[in-house]
C-alpha cells in the first residue's frame, strides 16, 4: 500500500523557519517526483517545489527563490521542504504528493497525496 505522511508543521514567527518532512512507503523516489503543494483559506491549491526521480528540481514558486528548498533521502524515504524567511502569507496546509517521474504543476498527475499539515506563520 503506497503512503505519504506529512510532519514538522506547526507555527512560526515571521523570518522563523520550519521544515517539513514527507515520509514514503511504496512509493519509490527512484521512480516516483515528489511535489510540496500548499493550500491557503479561501485559495486553490498551488505548487510550491519538485524533485523529480532523477533529482532534478523544480520551483513553482519563481518569486519565492531561495526561501524554500526541497531535498530528497531515497535511502530513508523521504523528501524534506526546508522553509526559511518565512512570511505570513506563508500560513496554508502543505501536502507532499506523488507522480510518476518527472514533476508537474497540476494536481490531477499526482498518484498519491498525504494528508497534509498546517503551517502557521504568526507573531
Known amino acids: 500500500q503506497s503512503r505519504l505522511v506529512e510532519s514538522g508543521g506547526g507555527l512560526a514567527q515571521p523570518g522563523g523557519s520550519l521544515r517539513l518532512s514527507c515520509a514514503t512507503s511504496?512509493?519509490?523516489?527512484?521512480?516516483?517526483?515528489i511535489s510540496w503543494f500548499r493550500q491557503a483559506p479561501g485559495k486553490d491549491r498551488e505548487g510550491v517545489l519538485c524533485?523529480?526521480?532523477?533529482?532534478?528540481?523544480?520551483n513553482y514558486l519563481r518569486s519565492e527563490k531561495g526561501r524554500f528548498t526541497i531535498s530528497k533521502d531515497s535511502g530513508k524515504n523521504t523528501v524534506t521542504l526546508q522553509m526559511d524567511n518565512q512570511r505570513t502569507e506563508d500560513t496554508a496546509v502543505y501536502y507532499c504528493?506523488?507522480?510518476?517521474?518527472?514533476?508537474?504543476?497540476?494536481?490531477?498527475?499526482?498518484?498519491?497525496w498525504g494528508q497534509g499539515t498546517q503551517v502557521t506563520v504568526s507573531s
Open positions: 504528493a506523488a507522480a510518476p517521474g518527472e514533476c508537474s504543476m497540476f494536481t490531477y498527475e499526482y498518484d498519491y
Open positions: 511504496g512509493v519509490s523516489l527512484e521512480r516516483y517526483a
Open positions: 524533485v523529480s526521480s532523477s533529482g532534478a528540481i523544480t
